[in-house]
């Protein structure tokens, strides 16, 4: 597969758009997923992700394949994010349940009961929405996306004991967030 992505950046930086599509193809999903995790707001993650590929398109000639392809359009859709929210000065969050699901809704323990489940799911959503933005990146990609802590390092552009130190507040803070919320 590696091969295959590499050959495909190949042909699309050499201006073959199939090639890029195919590349967009592979990692839409994933993109998708974090701009919604990252914005709280199915609209608000539709236009990250456009603005992500249309980026990476951009400066596709820019890839030296010194990192995995995925790595490098996560920093995008970070950095993106970033970029974002600072021009607007602030997040907006809409976010309904009917929006479809949010991996962070999904990982508490299972309740005895679905109002139960419901409420520790609301509040999980609530108190990491609450994280400040670096340990809310940095707990996304490790705890949701599943990242390597080097390849979260890379993403967001820090040193690794930058990330663990981001990843061990978030997880100080939703603890002390979900207390309450404790199955024994």
């Known amino acids: 597969m590696k091969n295959e992505i590499r050959q495909l950046i190949q042909l699309a930086q050499a201006g073959d758009s199939e090639a890029f599509h195919q590349l967009v193809a592979l990692h839409d999903e994933k993109i998708m997923t974090l701009a919604f995790q990252l914005t709280q707001n199915k609209t608000d993650a539709e236009d990250l992700y456009q603005e992500v590929f249309i980026k990476a398109y951009k400066s596709l000639s820019k890839f030296r394949f010194q990192s995995a392809f995925y790595t490098w359009l996560y920093r995008i859709t970070v950095n993106t994010f970033y970029n974002l929210k600072?021009?607007?000065?602030?997040?907006?969050?809409?976010?309904?349940?009917?929006?479809?699901?949010?991996?962070?809704?999904?990982?508490?323990?299972?309740?005895?009961?679905?109002?139960?489940?419901?409420?520790?799911?609301?509040?999980?959503?609530?108190?990491?929405?609450?994280?400040?933005?670096?340990?809310?990146?940095?707990?996304?990609?490790?705890?949701i996306q599943n990242l390597k802590i080097r390849e979260i390092s890379v993403i967001m552009g820090i040193g690794e004991g930058t990330v663990k130190k981001y990843l061990f507040r978030a997880i100080e803070k939703l603890r002390i967030e979900l207390k309450d919320y404790r199955y024994e």
């Open 86 to 143: 600072r021009s607007q000065n602030k997040m907006l969050i809409q976010e309904t349940l009917e929006d479809g699901p949010d991996p962070l809704l999904n990982i508490s323990e299972e309740p005895k009961s679905p109002y139960a489940q419901n409420e520790i799911m609301i509040a999980v959503k609530t108190a990491a929405e609450k994280l400040p933005d670096k340990q809310r990146t940095a707990f996304l990609l490790k705890h």
